[in-house]
């Protein structure tokens, strides 16, 4: 008897590792895999373009491998722009000296692997930084330092756009590091998602003297890209118990692949915090 329910106790252990097998293989396998990911576009701020290719990773904790000896080109409907791998692996850099095709658009080719990939973005022209509409609030302290807030997320706007505000150790904005999202805030123009999650939890505050600057710039966004990056944010940022139906943010890379190609507009100004 003591045999038998031995037995059955390892038969049992036996399944249920199995069964925990097949439950961790099938909810940890990614459900989809791309063959790379394209991050960057072109910006009217400075001549160099930049454009990050990676192989996405397939596990939680991995991390995304940069693609080399791909053929990347982009044209902005005046001239072909060919960029070529820099010394860091992954990231592709040209130099544009055209002036901007406002509402034109501007098209991506990667060729990796014997399969092309493309994509299109219109360049938007960015609406001038107006000093009543920035998308931060300040307040004077009583030490007579300027403290402020700037929410990640501001609903209601007439145009969407990104914007980053830079500041003492937060660097200025960089199209060619693709390590700035923590710092990017974003004017929505469609509504408030309506999700339980606490949104006013997304924010950074900070305190600053009254003769130290901030750095703000506008970056004007194509309707088709505001829409993607408010999927995603529907995934990310607004993902709560009772948030709304899950979305599948689609980008605009043809064939197997992820990202999203931007042409974008950038304005910018200074600020003393004083002046705010």
């Known amino acids: ?14 399944g249920f590792s199995s069964c925990k097998k097949t439950l961790d293989e099938r909810f940890l396998s990614p459900k989809r895999q791309y063959d790379l990911a394209v991050e960057g576009g072109y910006n009217t701020r400075i001549s160099t373009q930049s454009i990050r290719l990676t192989k996405p990773a397939l596990t939680v904790d991995g991390q995304p491998t940069p693609i080399s000896k791909a053929v990347v080109s982009m044209n902005d409907g005046k001239s072909e722009m060919i960029f070529k791998e820099s010394a860091t692996a992954g990231l592709y850099t040209s130099t544009s000296n055209n002036e901007p095709n406002y509402n034109g658009a501007y098209k991506l080719k990667v060729v990796y692997n014997g399969q092309t990939y493309t994509a299109v973005d219109t360049l938007r022209q960015v ?10 609030s300040t307040s004077l302290l009583p030490d007579g330092t300027y403290g402020g807030t700037i929410p990640k997320h501001t609903f209601g706007y007439l145009n969407p756009n990104k914007w980053m505000i830079s500041y003492k150790d937060i660097p200025q904005w960089n199209p060619g590091k693709f ?22 939890n997304l924010k950074r505050d900070f305190v600053l003297g009254k ?11 194509s309707e088709r890209y505001a829409k993607y990056l408010y999927d995603v944010f529907m995934e990310t940022d607004w993902n709560g118990l009772f948030s709304a139906v899950p979305v599948n943010a689609t980008g605009n890379i043809t064939g197997n692949a992820q990202g999203y190609f931007y042409a974008i507009d950038v304005d910018a100004g200074r600020y003393k915090a004083s002046e705010l």
Do not use: C, E, W
């Not at 929505?188 to 999650?197: E, Q």
């Open 1 to 14: 008897m003591k045999r038998h329910r031995l037995t059955l106790a390892l038969l049992l252990l036996l």
């Open 179 to 200: 390590d700035q999202s923590k710092y990017y805030s974003y004017t929505h123009f469609l509504g408030s998602p309506n999700s339980l999650y606490p949104l006013n």
């Open 127 to 136: 609406v001038n930084i107006v000093d009543d509409f920035l998308p931060l």
């Open 211 to 221: 003769d130290d600057y901030l750095y703000i710039y506008k970056i004007s966004l």
